[in-house]
Nanobody
């Protein structure tokens, strides 16, 4: 059984920074891909960043150069450093893991396990 628990969300002004954390438990060491997603009210869930087991990262165009995904395998923790935040970054942010087969993606349907989310609110 895999559990993912996000933390680090909050409210900041535009231009500020936040670091999200995702604590993973269970058979997470066998994950092929870990990712961060976000969903704003009335919008579809969108992929923000992903990292595969080899450390290769991918980012949505909207966050490139501002967000950085990283992982601490010893601590089973996934991070998302978010800088230069904008009001349009406001959303619920989710951590996700793919364990069932190889590959990595920013598509939500690609992932097998999800956390409960942490709210990020950016004011102008």
């Amino acid at each position: 059984q895999v559990q993912l628990v996000e933390s680090g969300g909050g409210s900041v002004e535009a231009g500020g920074s936040l670091r999200l954390s995702c604590a993973a438990s269970g058979y997470i060491y066998s994950s092929y891909c870990m990712g961060w997603f976000r969903q704003a009210p009335g919008k579809e869930r969108e992929g923000v960043a992903s990292v595969n087991k080899d450390g290769y990262t991918s980012y949505a165009d909207s966050v490139k150069g501002r967000f950085t995904i990283s992982q601490d395998n010893a601590q089973n923790t996934l991070y998302l450093q978010m800088n230069s935040l904008k009001p349009e970054d406001t959303a619920m942010y989710y951590c996700a893991a793919r364990l069932k087969s190889p590959g990595c993606s920013l598509r939500a349907s690609f992932f097998d396990y999800w956390g409960q989310g942490t709210q990020v609110t950016i004011s102008s």
